[in-house]
């Protein structure tokens, strides 16, 4: 499967908010690096870091754009509250191996009402 394919597919699922079902998109050893937090490495922290903030926030990714070049696939994304973001996922053999996204966490926060770190 094409990177741009697996992307596509990895959008439904995380619509879905189904922690479980959106790590079999990654590799064992998979590092997910949301820059607003730490890296997140393998594909079970993964999985609870996606059930922490599917539990957390309600979160929807609406496409606006995915480019594939190569083995990467780069997702530009908005939510139905207005907040934008970028997303690029490295992927090998139909998986997700490195995943780095671009948002503004205080947006996200503020959006969401939740408690902004002081």
């Keep these: 499967m ?3 394919q697996l992307i596509e597919k990895w959008v439904e699922v995380f619509n879905q908010g189904d922690a479980e079902k959106l790590a079999r998109f990654y ?3 998979a590092i997910n690096h949301q820059v ?13 870091m996606f059930a922490s903030e599917f539990a957390t926030a309600e979160m929807v990714c609406i ?5 594939q070049d190569g083995n990467w696939a780069i997702l530009e994304w908005k939510d139905p509250l207005g907040l934008r973001g970028c997303g690029f996922f490295k992927c090998e ?3 997700i191996t490195f995943q780095r996204g671009y948002w ?5 926060l503020k959006a969401h009402n939740l408690p902004v770190p002081v």
Excluded at 36 to 48: C, S
Excluded at 104 to 108: E, G, H, P, Q, T
């Design 2 to 4: 094409e990177p741009k």
């Design 63 to 67: 496409v606006e754009n995915i480019f």
């Design 36 to 48: 607003a937090n730490e890296p997140v490495i393998g594909r079970d922290a993964i999985k609870t």
């Design 27 to 29: 590799h064992d050893d």
């Design 104 to 108: 503004d966490k205080l947006s996200f």
């Design 93 to 95: 053999a139909g998986l």
